[in-house]
């Protein structure tokens, strides 16, 4: 398949998301929990796409994403003068080597 003329493919990159969910039968969350945040790294050419990656892919594994929160890519970050440690780039780079979507941290809510 070759590509149109003018046409640029543009390169994937990793956004860091921060997902709300809330309960849905067979999601693995705790039994007293009411929800849960996760911060995912999704690859895709735009937040966008990271974001329909991200929330299919929770849907698949039986979640109900009530809410996305775009933090932006790596260097979007580190403008905005957070520290990456070494550990969330390791993930990213995988994200980005496996164009996937890891889930890095859970944290369940309870009322």
Not at 40 to 59: F, H, N, Q
Not at 66 to 95: C, K, P, Y
């Amino acid at each position: 398949m070759t590509e149109e003329p003018g046409k640029t493919k543009r390169p994937q990159q990793v956004y860091s998301l921060l997902v709300q969910v809330g309960r849905k039968e067979g999601d693995g969350l705790p039994p007293k929990a009411t929800g849960a945040g996760l911060l995912c790294y999704a690859s895709g050419v735009d937040e966008a796409e990271a974001v329909r990656e991200t929330v299919a892919i929770l849907k698949e594994a039986e979640m109900a994403p009530l809410e996305v929160e775009g933090l932006g890519t790596l260097e979007e970050r580190m403008q905005g003068g957070e520290e990456i440690d070494d550990e969330e780039r390791f993930l990213m780079e995988r994200a980005l080597r496996e164009n996937s979507v890891i889930v890095a941290e859970i944290t369940p809510f309870f009322d």
